[in-house]
């Protein structure tokens, strides 16, 4: 099993940064991709991005490419997502995902049943 617990979440200004963790607990060695997903009230979950844990390849969904960076430390199990530029709509809970399948870093719109893990979601809100 794998335990995931996001912090960093909060309330920031539009065009404000935030840096969002995900601490990786219990069978580490077995994550090989990391996704982020958001949920804003009412919609659906929507995919964010993911990093490849071990070759540390990332990449991002459109609506925040520039602006958001995935990035990892193995030393420490954890995964960040850096967001600069935010706006209203990014406002949402953000969700971190593990997944030992390295096949799962190359969904490029997974709809979140393709990972095992989960982290109980941190809150951001961006004030506009």
């Known amino acids: 099993q794998v335990q995931l617990v996001e912090s960093g979440g909060g309330l920031v200004q539009a065009g404000g940064s935030l840096r969002l963790s995900c601490a990786a607990s219990g069978r580490t060695f077995s994550i090989i991709t990391v996704g982020w997903f958001r949920q804003a009230p009412g919609k659906e979950r929507e995919f964010v991005g993911a990093?490849?844990?071990?070759?540390?390849?990332?990449y991002c969904v459109n609506s925040v490419k520039g602006r958001f960076t995935i990035s990892r430390d193995n030393a420490k199990n954890t995964a960040y997502l850096q967001m600069n530029t935010l706006k209203s709509e990014d406002t949402a809970v953000y969700y971190c995902a593990a997944d030992p399948s390295g096949a799962t870093y190359y969904y490029t719109n997974p709809k979140g049943y393709e990972y095992d893990y989960w982290g109980q979601g941190t809150q951001v809100t961006v004030s506009s």
């Open positions: 990093i490849n844990w071990r070759g540390g390849g990332t």
